[in-house]
């Protein structure tokens, strides 16, 4: 298992807001675990904390602008990216304005400072949430739409598409997020002259210019018209008779603008709160259609405690039935648990396949067998007690009692030829060799059994 990780030290970035135009200062912490992205407006009385999470997003007309308690911050999305791409989980973020400094429009600068400073492993495991299904949403007005499909890894596919003679059809790709960087990360981001004219009448991209955006100038307007334009952004003069690419810096790459799309992807999608795995594909997305995505993605995920473990049947054990019976003292019938798939610091998963012939089923009943409730949650507890026995030094002078049970629910039976999956975590650190635990009992993708559990390991007399 892959470890949740933070920042190694501090780093701090400097630069112009592309909407207020103020002068910016970033700052980017490390952070506890399990403590996620925050930020925090350093700026603002009390220097309150916005989590960075889907929910908390109130507006995505270029850019991504989240909001608590009438506090906001916007252009958060290519940072979030960064982040997001050197697998990092838990950062504090200080601002000193309501958004993010653009720096040159891409997220390349803070990918390169997370590199200079590097990253440091936690105590605590990764929480992936698995994609195991196909979800699509759609935006019917705008032909937009984010569809994830079930996949070993994050892998992101952008198309964009748009009526113009110098920008059309692009495609970008990332098949792992190892190539953000060379890949994706320089990707500006990008306007039509058309556009900017009712962006600065809403009073937006004060702080853009030739320099940290990729600008488009396609329908041919009068000098005049181009000098007044040019004045309002504090740029200089360029000859209207020529349209193109107009930025001061030409194409990083010839489908920059689709890159850059998929940037706003990743930085968006880290608003759902965990790292996924899965396969997005991005048909001309925005900030509304991918903050419409990351929400659906959370509903999901708070209906989900815990997700069944991926079982690979061709994968060897983490522990097989001989390492088993030297950890647990139980034996024939009482044995409950056949094989260790996976021991974290944190966590355990273990199998049981459930025969005909279990000793139980003879009375258990006759004619209608079915696993007795009890010999679930003793399963679930020999599973635990192995991730607590394998703790320790000379496992076999120990035993494992409970001490207590608790919230014990039974979702749906067990019968023979079910594989039973056991996941068991704990709910606190072991102190004096107490520990608490909850468990699962998954068949396939549902779950069966549930409870929580106290033990402790004794060392036999």
């Known amino acids: 298992m892959l470890m949740q990780l933070t920042l190694k030290e501090s780093f701090s970035l400097e ?3 592309l909407h207020t135009g103020l002068n910016i200062k970033i700052k980017f912490n490390p952070a ?27 507006a995505t007309q270029r850019g991504t602008v989240l909001a608590k308690n009438g506090v906001q911050v916007g252009t958060v999305e290519h940072a979030m990216a960064a982040l997001y791409a050197a697998q990092i989980d838990n950062c504090l973020i ?21 590199e200079k400073v590097g990253t440091i492993e936690q105590a605590r495991e990764k929480n992936y949430y698995v994609i195991k299904k196909k979800m699509e949403i759609k935006d019917e007005a705008t032909g937009a739409s984010i569809l994830v499909l079930p996949d070993d890894k994050l892998s992101v596919n952008a198309m964009i598409s748009f009526e113009s003679l110098f920008l059309e059809s ?17 990707s500006r981001t990008f306007v039509f002259v058309r556009d900017i004219e009712p962006l600065l009448e809403n009073n937006l991209i004060k702080g853009g210019d030739l320099d940290n955006a990729i600008v488009i100038y396609e329908h041919q307007i009068s000098q005049e018209r181009f000098d007044q334009l040019a004045d309002k952004m504090c740029v200089e003069h360029k000859d209207a008779s020529q349209l193109g690419y107009i930025m001061n ?110 000793p139980f089923f003879q009375g258990h009943f006759p004619e209608e067998p079915v696993m007795p409730g009890v010999l679930l949650v003793e399963s679930m507890a020999q599973t635990g007690g192995l991730i607590l026995l394998s703790q320790v030094d000379e496992p076999h002078r120990y035993s494992t009692y409970f001490l207590k049970i ?8 067990v019968v023979p030829g079910d594989t039973l999956i056991f996941h068991l975590h704990y709910l606190s650190e072991v102190r004096r060799g107490i520990a608490n635990m909850k468990g699962y009992v998954f068949v396939a993708d549902k779950v069966v059994c549930e409870a929580e559990f106290m033990a402790q390991i004794v060392k036999n007399k």
């Open 249 to 358: 810096k030409p194409l990083s790459f010839p489908n920059e603008p689709a890159r850059h799309k998929l940037l706003d992807v990743l930085g968006d999608i880290a608003l759902i709160g965990r790292p996924i795995l899965g396969h997005i594909i991005a048909t001309c997305p925005g900030h509304k259609i991918n903050n419409q995505f990351a929400r659906a993605l959370r509903k999901e995920i708070k209906l989900t405690d815990v997700q069944a473990p991926r079982y690979d049947p061709s994968k060897p054990p983490v522990m097989d039935i001989k390492r088993i019976k030297e950890l647990l003292p139980h034996r024939y019938p009482f044995l409950l648990v056949e094989k260790v798939l996976e021991i974290g610091t944190n966590h355990i998963v273990g199998l049981k396949s459930v025969s005909v012939n279990e």
């Open 406 to 413: 608790d919230k014990v629910k039974f979702r749906q039976k």
């Open 170 to 186: 692009q495609y970008a790709v990332l098949n792992d997020l190892s190539d953000f960087k060379k890949e994706i990360a320089a």
């Open 15 to 17: 630069g112009k807001g």
């Open 94 to 114: 200080e601002v000193d304005a309501p958004e993010f400094p653009i720096l040159d429009g891409s997220a390349i600068k803070y990918i390169e400072a997370i």
């Open 32 to 58: 506890p675990e399990d403590h996620g992205y925050k930020i925090k407006r350093i700026d603002v009385d009390g220097q309150p904390i916005i989590e960075a999470l889907a929910e908390n997003v109130v």
